[in-house]
């Protein structure tokens, strides 16, 4: 894995959140120049979230805690 530019990246990494990607570089150019919009949704009509919904609002929390900007849907 890369060293990382970006505090985002750098953070995901550091905590076992990326596995591979097809374009470090560029995927770190970009989190490190501008500042990234990402969003998650959720199904409301749903009884429960489960693990996997964890794991995307970690991700938000921290694209948050560096500078960019999470959007969550339900």
Known sequence: MPAFKSDFLRTMSERGFIHQTS????????????????YIGFDATAKSLHAGSLIQI????WLQQTGHRPIALM
């Open 58 to 61: 970690m991700m938000l929390h």
């Open 23 to 38: 374009d470090d570089a560029g995927l770190d150019n970009i989190f490190a120049k501008e500042t990234v919009t990402a």
